[in-house]
């Protein structure tokens, strides 16, 4: 057989191979991911570059195509929370909590760890508007939800980004308790420099 012609076959058998292969993997990955999934890994990117009408946006699109997506509407009430849109953030956190304490199944492992993520981040809206009984509420629900999900980063988390001591539900829960027993001239409940470390979880 001719060289060249040989070396040509092998060369657009390369090609075929490789195109065959992309295309069944970009195949795949749209029958077997979850509708709603895709746009809400958008919304995420957007949200931790703190794009939030973008986020926003990519969160509403996941919605029309799955009404009810957890983590489209988990992203939705960070997204209002982190923009100052409070009373829309606390709507979506108490919405998501509710749907979820009606729709949960026992085994269902990361719902669980939703409801837990939820009740945290409706609490650290409360906290940061100053409702610290209703914060506090809301870390116990969560620690009785999930502990595990809401326990605070891990140690690499801890290391990439210098957070040796970083902040934790309990931690901020253990906390509000002792100061809200206190009379209320004594109370310290706000500490803006340790309460800004305080992240949002999205499972």
Known sequence: MNRNI???YVIFMGIATVVMFTFWAF????????????EVRQGDIFLS???????LERFDAALKVMPDHRG??????ISYMQSGRIAEAEAEFTYLINFLKRTLVPDDLTGVGTLASAYTNRGILYDRTGR????????ANALRTDEETVEGPG????????????ATVRKRATYLEKQLALPPEKRLLRVPKLDNDQRMYKP
């Open 132 to 139: 610290y009984k209703k914060a506090l509420y809301d870390y």
């Open 6 to 8: 040989l070396r040509r």
């Open 155 to 166: 140690t690499i988390s801890n290391v990439l980004y210098a957070t040796p001591n970083p």
């Open 27 to 38: 195949t795949r990955e749209a029958l077997e991911t979850p509708m709603g999934d895709y």
């Open 72 to 77: 489209a509407l988990m992203g939705r009430g």
């Open 49 to 55: 570059d703190k794009k939030y009408d973008k986020a």
